[in-house]
């Protein structure tokens, strides 16, 4: 299953300001800032990242219901996606 493209555009961009973030708290630390304010950070880019993955399972679920696959393919497909959302949660 493929990520359609305006989720693709979505996630790049939520990807993106993780990848400054994960920047910042890099500074941060190699600059000694109070480990408070590094794992606040952290935390923010952790759940970045967590809405970046729960968009792509979003998107997979979304069209696994749209599908005109058959049902046993459907089932195959809404299972990895339970797996994939577990693996976040």
Known sequence: MRIEGDTTAEV???LRRAEGQI???IA???DGRDCAEVVTQLAAVSRALDRAGFKIVASGLQQCM???ADSEERRANL???ERLFLSLA
């Open 79 to 81: 299972d990895q996606m």
């Open 28 to 30: 941060m630390i190699e």
């Open 66 to 68: 749209s599908d005109d």
């Open 12 to 14: 790049v961009k939520r």
């Open 23 to 25: 920047r910042g708290v």
